[in-house]
């Protein structure tokens, strides 16, 4: 008892400890990742400001600021119209990046990618003529490789900022001051602290282990003592029915023994059932008359029952298997699906199937379903958005593959989402 009671203790305090270190490794990692999406948007709202053809009222080039607020207030003071609604596209979407893709430089070059979609495609790709526009590209590529790798990051070159000059600008783009990272000493504190994680983490995987190995060792006795009473329980019985067996050839002795003996076949088949199903306590054995009062010699009932033929076996009701697989349109409770909200049937707008694997946890991916899938694809934010996590961006042109199904488990009246599914989507 008191070592049972130690062993849970020491798995209480490795998880304990093992949260905060990643919690903070993950806020400085979230932290970074945003100061960067920050100074991408500001650099591209600094470059717009260069296009003096399609904002002729610029008063400058330059923005001194250090929150979205601060930039807004610089947009509206240079005219820049359409650049705050640029702000807000761009910031929704790179926190979405942040929140779905693990890797921090192909999270930030998709919100470099989604900017100059925006500013230099189309009918206006004239913008990438502009003599600052290699100035403002290298300036983007400069703040990604500063917040993934600053020990690699150069600075940008300044050649963009003469012929500017010799454009009759009277500013230039250049690239942000700020730093984006933090300071080495930071920087090796993180490094410290993922080890501590890590080696907390693993510590943490041996106590289950070991605790799962306590737990399978100690439940073997108690297995073999249930083995041993079920082999007890039916070679008692076996013997039973020998007798009755020799019994029942022997004369007036026909309508009790064969009462005796189909009792004891019931209790037999009940037995083996039991043992099948391994409970964790084992079944009383069923009780078993040892005789059967005779009825009075010569009553009507006597040679009735002894004329009707004896039906010894009962055939088993058989209860209909219950459904496995559900369908559901969409996770309907953000961090799962309701249980009343299943459906035993597909229908053109279930986008999930759901597998269960016992009475409290199941899988699920995306239906392969052509309906389903351009139904997903029309609004994937409202469709798979809470449920998924996407490997590459959708296109409403895509198909959609599940690469590893999700996992659900049962709590109350909700399949609560514990691992999202990954999925990708291919064109």
């Known amino acids: 008892m008191i070592a049972s009671i130690t062993r849970w203790c020491l798995l209480l305090s ?96 998709e919100v470099k990618d989604f900017l100059i979609q925006k500013i230099a495609s189309g009918n206006r790709a004239e913008r990438k003529n ?20 600053p020990e690699t990051a150069t600075a940008v070159s300044q050649q963009p900022a003469t012929v500017s000059e010799s454009a009759g600008l009277p500013d230039t783009l250049e690239t942000p001051s700020p730093p984006i990272t933090s300071t080495p000493t930071t920087q090796s504190n993180w490094i410290s602290m993922a080890g501590i994680a890590l080696f907390l983490s693993i510590l943490s995987l041996i106590g289950v282990a070991f605790l799962i190995y306590t737990a399978l060792k100690n439940q073997k006795p108690d297995q073999s003592a249930r083995d041993i009473q079920f082999d007890s329980q039916l070679a008692k019985l076996a013997d039973r029915v020998t007798k009755l067996e020799v019994r029942k ?4 002795e026909s309508f009790q023994v064969n009462s005796q003996l189909e009792a004891l076949e019931r209790a037999v088949r009940q037995l083996e059932q039991n043992r099948a199903e391994k409970p964790a306590t084992p079944a009383p054995a069923p009780k078993v008359p040892l005789e059967v009062v005779p009825p009075a010699p010569g009553s009507p009932e006597e040679s009735e029952a002894a004329g009707r033929p004896m039906n010894r076996y009962r055939t088993p009701s058989v209860e209909p298997p219950k ?9 309907d409770l953000g961090d799962g699906f309701s249980a009343g909200g299943l459906l035993t049937k597909p229908e053109r707008d279930t986008v999930f199937d759901v597998v269960l694997e016992n009475d409290t946890l199941a899988t699920y991916q995306i239906s392969e379903n052509p ?49 999202k599914a990954k999925i990708r989507f291919i064109s």
């Open 371 to 419: 309906d389903a899938q351009r139904l997903a694809l029309s609004d994937p934010y409202s469709y798979l958005n809470d449920a998924c996590e996407y490997l590459t961006q959708p296109n409403p042109t895509s198909r959609i593959r599940t690469e590893q199904a999700g996992r659900l488990s049962l709590q109350g009246d909700k399949w609560k989402i514990i691992e």
């Open 323 to 331: 459904p496995s697989v559900f369908y559901a349109r969409t996770a």
């Open 249 to 252: 050839n022997q004369p007036n």
């Open 130 to 149: 502009l003599p600052t526009y290699a100035a403002f590209e290298a300036a983007l590529d400069d703040i990604i490789n500063r917040t993934v790798s």
């Open 14 to 109: 490795v998880l304990l400890l093992n949260r905060p270190a990643l919690a903070q490794t993950d806020a400085e990692y979230r932290e970074n990742l945003e100061q960067a999406s920050f100074q991408l948007i500001k650099t591209t709202v600094e470059f717009l400001t260069t296009d003096r053809q399609t904002f002729p009222n610029v008063q400058t080039t330059q923005c001194s600021c250090d929150s979205y607020d601060s930039l807004k207030a610089f947009i509206k003071q240079n005219d820049l119209v359409g650049a705050d609604k640029l702000v807000d596209e761009s910031k929704r979407r790179a926190a979405q990046h942040i929140a779905q893709i693990n890797q921090p430089r192909t999270a930030l070059n």
